[in-house]
């Protein structure tokens, strides 16, 4: 990403908070790999030669998102 200096920058708010609060910054994989985003061991496993997300981000699936709402004490989506 790359947007104008006077925007907000997400992808850097997310890693902001990521380094502020230690929070991690789970990415569903079967909606990034709908859009076209790919970590690099998806990239190579799909035969694709880039790759576009890097940590703090981490591509993980449903069975995370399960052990991780059963550890919480609460639920909170961004749609």
Do not use: Y
């Amino acid at each position: 990403m790359a947007p104008p200096q006077d925007e907000l920058n997400l992808h850097d708010a997310w890693v902001e908070l990521h380094q502020q609060h230690g929070m991690q910054l789970d990415v569903c994989i079967a909606a990034a790999l709908r859009r076209g985003l790919m970590s690099e061991t998806e990239a190579q496993r799909h035969g694709k030669q880039a790759f576009n997300i890097t940590p703090p981000f981490e591509l993980t699936g449903l069975g995370q998102l399960l052990e991780l709402q059963q550890r919480s004490d609460r639920f909170i989506t961004f749609a």
